[in-house]
């Protein structure tokens, strides 16, 4: 509905509402920056009123924590002080598909109704999606010991949005992932119905103060990409083509996918035959100076940084480069940027959010340089193409954690030019990508995989032009 229809819309049902003393009710719509609801309509005594407006809070119980069932749980000593919510360990997916479950059935709200024994309200909904053995409210979630704040960097699916004031001054959104920098995906419970539409973050103005929250029994879900895992890229049969390398997450095999120089992958060919789920954040570059690729690995649980050379048909017996404290870095990847005609290694260091620079030497890495200031652990995934935008000098790519925004960071042959956005939002949908030049043009390209968590998902080549990416190509249909 239009801005100008939904306006008109309510004129005519505010008409209604003044005569009867029922709220302005309005099914669906689509999200848009509304004026401030109007006020409640006062009710008679033992009526419940409901605001009904499309956005924002429409009533709640004031500061009680309610049983499934609808009634005020007692605290164990048998005083009138509210008890401890018992909030059992949800998965992030779990509580996204546990609110899909209220879309679309025609609820209605009501602070004293309750469906699947939760209240029929913001918070009751959003108890429910995180399994909570009773229906809180907007201003007990934190006091009772549920929740936790944390930033805006942070928000994953599952988190939410909580204005925690009392009554219809609170509210409560289910956070499920980034459109873009300024809105979110996200499911809540309003006057009007139930929703998942997108929202300006951290809510629509007029609403009150929003901040992201935690609920600390929240749980991660199994392994992030349960198909193929810590993608990477290089030549590893000798063909002159870039082949895709991943772990399979089931075996914690290596494997090569061969490039055609096309673009396209050939049948897969086992080149590490077990034991690499226990290594991250895999890079390739010729490191020793053979000529060939190698990879570069962080073993996760000792924290030693190993190369792994390439001898043209597979790998040879690693050698340590990097004797601890890789643990503490992230997103590796390998590039010349220091211009001395010797691959180098960049990393995050997730404490600072630095960007390290660690000069190769053709048989190990010098001491490590700052390139990136800080903020670099705001990014998901770091990589390096090679050429993107083809002035012979290899580029980093960085996924932005808050936005889903895709950067392209141009190497100068001494450290890293201004950032270019070539990817508008989305790419947190995007579980793992490699970089590499897959169809012989000699610009970068990328594969990745979209997949939701804990989902496999398809594989995509989206192809470097010099200036930014073309449309992808589906290159994998399935199990990545």
Known sequence: MSRKAYLRTSAVALGLAGSLSLGLLVQGGTAFAADPAPAGVTAPAGV???????????GQPVGVGTSAGGAQAPAADGSSAVAS???PAVTRSEAIQRAKTWVGIGLQYSWTGSHDGYRTDCSGYVSMAWKLDESLTTDTFGPQGVTEQIGKGDLKAGDALLNDNSGASGHVVLFEKWTDSDHYMGY???GSGVHYREIPYPYFSGYGTFVPVRNKSIREDGPSDPGMTNLTAGDFNGDGKKDLVAVEVST???WSYPGTGTGTLGNRVLIG?????GMSNLAVGDLNRDGKDDIVATEKSTGKLWLYPGTGNGLGDRVEIGSGGWNG????AVGDFNGDGKDDVVASENSTGKLWLYPGTGNGLGDRVEIGSGGWNGMNKIVSPGDMNKDGKDD???TETSTGKLWLYPGTGHGLGDRVEIGSGGWNGISDYAGADFTGDGIGDLAAVESAPGETGKLYLYKGTGKGLSSRTEIGTGGW
């Open 48 to 58: 419940t009123a409901v605001a009904g407006g499309e956005y924002g809070g429409a």
């Open 85 to 87: 919510v018992l909030a």
């Open 188 to 190: 809540e419970f309003t």
């Open 252 to 254: 914690g095999k290596l």
């Open 273 to 277: 035959s077990g034991g690499w789920n």
């Open 329 to 332: 870095m992230n997103n590796t």
């Open 396 to 398: 980093l790519v960085a």
